[in-house]
């Protein structure tokens, strides 16, 4: 009995490790008419993947993807363009670069989550205390 227990206990931290996780992608373009991702995780499918505008040139897509390093780029108006924002980039086989995320296990976003959870960075306090001392110059 202990060790159908164990055994099931194990098998449930296995799968959290390869479960997908929630990523959303977001790009600012006031010009685009249609913003899809194509990426390593929709086999490269310009219109498998269309975001939605969010108002005033935000795009959002919210997606689940598998734990792992994945490489993407939107398609703007039939143009395929990097993520401007996107933290690495690699050449890719036509000449130009493709965006790479890493995309961590729910075990690991989970884990790094409580690990920052009530912290506050030295650059968040002092944003704040510069904004008080703003606020407080405005009003006297």
């Not at 373009?29 to 899809?36: D, I, R, S, Y």
């Not at 996107?86 to 670069?97: D, H, T, W, Y």
Request: aromatic content about 6%; charged content about 25%; hydrophobic content about 35%.
């Amino acid at each position: 009995m202990l060790n159908k227990a164990t055994k099931s206990a194990d098998n449930m931290k296995t799968t959290k490790t390869n479960e997908p996780s929630s990523v959303r992608l977001m790009l600012f373009n006031p010009e685009a008419h249609q913003v899809c991702v194509a990426g390593t995780f929709n086999n490269w499918n310009p219109g498998a993947m269309p975001m939605k505008e969010s108002g005033r040139g935000r795009w959002i897509k919210d997606l689940r993807l598998p734990p792992g390093r994945l490489e993407y780029l939107f398609v703007v108006d039939g143009r395929w363009t990097p993520d401007q924002t996107a933290k690495q980039e690699v050449k890719n086989p036509f000449g130009g670069l493709n965006s790479v995320l890493e995309v961590l296990s729910a075990k690991e976003a989970d884990s790094q989550s409580a690990a920052l959870e009530g912290q506050q960075t030295p650059k968040t306090i002092n944003r704040a205390e510069a904004s008080t001392q703003k606020a407080l110059m405005l009003h006297q």
